[in-house]
């Protein structure tokens, strides 16, 4: 290195094997996040059809069934419902979620930096952090707003708590990386 800031990974030869450990799991925990938005982007697309497949396992309840799967039951038919009438007058709405979609990619897509180099692009951790804190408010507000049933608000809110403790791994495990890598550094001038 040519001095003490630290600005992107030096070749991966140069690493020592504590630091190429760490880069592993930094990496690791990259590509599942990676994965995870491009599934939830990916679901986006076909939602009718998932609806149509998942109202199959919950059968319409009776009006006078009570509990929790009666009330999940009525509200996948309902949104079954409401997607298959609003495909077939106004098909053109259905862009909305493919554009939904396209957003989850490119998120996805923008975190291949942070895998290629994790030292260089450690400020996509920070993004990624503050994306999956501001998801939680966000559903649970809109949510409300929108008439949306709480636990499913819930469900929308799991990218954030799920996603939130990856980030900040990759994130706390870069910072390492980078003190493994400086230090070597230090003991190889000496």
Not at 44 to 66: G, N, Q, V, Y
Not at 81 to 97: H, K, M, Q, S
Not at 142 to 164: K, Q, T
């Amino acid at each position: 290195m040519k001095n003490d800031t630290l600005t992107s990974l030096p070749d991966t030869a140069d690493l020592t094997n504590e630091a190429i450990r760490l880069l592993r799991r930094i990496q690791a925990l990259v590509v599942f996040f990676i994965f995870a938005i491009f599934i939830s982007g990916a679901t986006a697309i076909p939602l009718t059809w998932e609806m149509e497949m998942l109202t199959r396992f919950f059968p319409k309840p009776l009006e006078t069934d009570t509990g929790l799967l009666s009330d999940l039951a009525r509200w996948l038919h309902w949104v079954k419902t409401g997607l298959v009438e609003t495909d077939a007058r106004y098909p053109f709405l259905a862009y909305g979620y493919d554009w939904l979609a396209f957003g989850h990619f490119m998120i996805a897509l923008v975190f291949v930096g942070a895998y290629r180099d994790p030292i260089r692009n450690l400020w996509l951790f920070d993004f990624g952090m503050l994306a999956c804190f501001f998801v939680i408010p966000f559903a649970l507000i809109f949510g409300e707003v929108r008439g949306i049933p709480y636990g499913w608000r819930l469900i929308d809110c799991a990218f954030g708590i799920f996603g939130f403790p990856l980030i900040w791994l990759a994130k706390r495990e870069t910072l390492k990386l980078m003190r493994a890598i400086t230090e070597s550094a230090a003991t190889n001038r000496r």
